[in-house]
């Protein structure tokens, strides 16, 4: 079946301006994980939602970072305002449930900010 | 805070040579550990995992044993090939959490 898809592979932004990225999860699955995999950092947990659970945002770096998560599905990473420092490779994962063990990772959205 | 260490890369073998990239992690309770592939140009894949001390984790010729004493759960194989060239990242998973934490990565190139 289809695994966990992402939009845009890539991204090149000005510094300021705001960028969306797109996830699908794997069809069926109810948890879903933002994380970021960046030079410095390495791969850091920004943002887990949970069927209709208020989300544990406890990763995200700064309040410029937002996410959302339509219909228990498909989930939007919006960052305003970007700067240098937000570049990197964000990953999407997808599981069964928020306690399963296994995530499935997207492909990720390459972003650079300018 | 969790945090898991992995041996620094890059890491350069031969073909049929004998790998071990060491990771140890500080958690307190009993994890879930795991070991994600990053294969050039493709997303992180799940390796194999272990839920509970002295639990083997293994796939594609890839062992992990979870050792609760050494805090430890190295991936070791046997004999490379150069298709095994990629990012290994060893990742905890706490009870009751749901993120994962990440070690740096391993860069690892097996050469023909």
């Known amino acids: 079946g289809a695994g966990v898809s992402q939009s845009p592979s890539n991204k090149v932004t000005e510094k300021g301006k705001d960028v969306e990225l797109r996830c699908d999860p794997i069809s069926g699955h109810t948890a879903l994980y933002w994380y970021r995999q960046s030079l410095g950092q390495g791969l850091e947990f920004l943002i887990y939602f949970q069927g209709n659970s208020a989300p544990d945002k406890s990763g995200l770096p700064s309040d410029r970072f937002s996410a959302e998560r339509t219909g228990g599905s498909v989930s939007t990473l919006t960052i305003q305002r970007t700067q240098q420092e937000d570049s990197a490779v964000y990953l999407c994962?997808?599981?069964?449930?928020?306690?399963?063990?296994?995530?499935?990772f997207g492909p990720g959205t390459r972003l650079t900010v300018l | 805070g969790d945090s898991v260490t992995q041996m620094e890369g890059p890491v350069t073998l031969s073909e049929e040579a004998f790998l071990t990239i060491n990771c140890t992690y500080t958690a307190t309770g009993y994890p879930s550990l795991f070991w994600y592939v990053q294969y050039p140009g493709e997303g992180l894949q799940l390796l194999l995992k272990?839920?509970?001390?002295?639990d083997k984790g293994s796939n594609k010729g890839f062992e992990a044993t979870y050792r609760k004493e050494t805090t430890s759960f190295h991936l070791e194989k046997g004999s490379v090939q150069v298709s095994d060239s990629a990012v290994y990242f060893c990742a905890l998973k706490k009870q009751g959490a749901q993120k994962l934490v990440f070690g740096q990565g391993t860069r690892l190139t097996i050469n023909p």
């Open positions: 994962a997808s599981s069964t449930s928020g306690g399963a063990d296994t995530q499935y």
């Open positions: 272990a839920t509970k001390a002295d």
